[in-house]
């Protein structure tokens, strides 16, 4: 007996997320609250490999 595959829309059974709608609630919300900077992460429990993947993708000109 041949196993059939599912496509991913046929097995998920969890909620699903309209990105433009959710999109769009986000950028209000945000402007509601005067777009406030978000602060970014500290980096404090980075790995030396980790550390070291920034520093190339900053020394080749890429921002992360």
């Known amino acids: 007996m041949a196993l059939k595959r ?29 777009n406030p900077d978000l602060p970014r992460n500290s980096g404090e429990n980075r790995t030396e490999s980790k550390k070291a993947l920034l520093k190339a993708i900053e020394d080749a000109g890429g921002k992360w």
């Open 6 to 34: 599912l496509k991913a829309e046929e097995s998920w059974t969890g909620r699903r997320v309209d990105f433009p709608a959710f999109s769009d609630a986000l950028a209000k919300r945000r402007a509601e609250l005067g």
